[in-house]
């Protein structure tokens, strides 16, 4: 394990994980438009968005996967929850905001801009 967490890449996908073995105990999906972009670059970003937005959430541990399709990539983001009840309704409008956030979106692209042997 890194700093950063595990990463695992199955395929195309790289999934950034805390702790394995990963379980989605909630996801949501988006499409991020941009090209030639670090695929770890952009998982450990949205991370870091969605631990500072789900952090208060006992037991939850981020997870973020990133997949390049045509035009974008497609992003999985969520977690795992150690606690048998959670606030489910309120994480997926957490992460779904997250997602959707243009702003972030524009930073999210800055950071993973590809560079010479980025993931």
């Known amino acids: 394990m890194s700093g950063q967490g ?14 394995l ?21 952009l998982a450990l970003q949205i991370r870091q968005d969605i631990w500072r937005a789900c ?3 006992r037991g939850f541990t981020p997870l973020v996967s990133v997949t390049p399709v ?5 992003v999985a983001a969520g977690g795992m929850v150690a606690v048998q009840h959670f606030p ?15 702003e972030n979106q524009r930073r999210w692209r800055r950071f993973a801009a590809q560079r ?3 993931a």
């Open 21 to 41: 073995p990963i379980r989605w105990d909630v996801r949501c999906e988006a499409h991020l438009a941009g090209e030639h972009l670090s695929r770890r670059r």
């Open 70 to 74: 045509e035009a974008g990539y497609q």
């Open 88 to 102: 489910r309704s309120s994480i997926v409008a957490r992460l779904e905001d997250i997602l959707s956030c243009s």
């Open 55 to 57: 952090q208060n959430v």
């Open 116 to 118: 010479r042997s980025a």
């Open 6 to 19: 595990h990463i695992l890449i199955e395929g195309e996908t790289l999934t950034l994980a805390r702790r």
